[in-house]
């Protein structure tokens, strides 16, 4: 299949640089967040935005790996931090791709469990094709492909890139 670039080094970059400044000025009467990275690229998507925050911003940034199956989402799903320690605090769940909705739902039920102050979701790529009532609060692109089309994140040390297969 062919590669069609959509997003490319400098632009994600630029991306991750404007939703870090979203979630700044979202929680920005907050002292400390939780970015709760989808294990996988959500996970180094998460960390991408969290070293940008913590150069924009004085919030104290909490990373947390998020174990989630992808095929089968009604699985148990674990953190790396037990709850008590993102009870009553801002978590964004972070993912790469918002495709059908599934991963970031079974996600979002999970963290229903605890108070939190405030919840919101951030992806790089919205793809606008969802299985289930779900939206991205903090978005780099959103695309309108069709169902056949599957689009990938590579992160790579200095060429990162998003490519419609």
Known sequence: MNQNIILNHQEIEFKIKRIAYQIYETFIDQNEIVLAGIIGNGLVFAEKIASELEKISDL???????????????????????????????L????????????????????????????????????NHKKYPIKADFKGIS???????????????????????
């Not at 009604?74 to 790396?80: A, F, G, L, R």
């Not at 769940?93 to 979701?121: A, Q, R």
Request: glycine share 4%.
């Open 60 to 90: 104290k940034v909490l990373l947390c790996e998020i174990r989630i199956d992808k095929k089968n989402p009604q699985h148990e799903i674990t953190t790396s931090i037990d709850k008590e320690i993102y009870q009553n605090k801002g």
């Open 143 to 165: 695309l309108s492909t069709s169902l056949m089309e599957h689009v990938q994140v590579v992160f790579q040390h200095n060429n990162d890139y998003a490519y419609l297969e």
């Open 92 to 127: 964004v769940l972070v993912d790469d791709v918002l495709n059908s909705g599934t991963t970031l739902i079974y996600g979002v039920k999970h963290f229903l469990d605890v108070p939190l102050v405030k919840f919101k979701t951030a992806v790089l790529v919205d793809r």
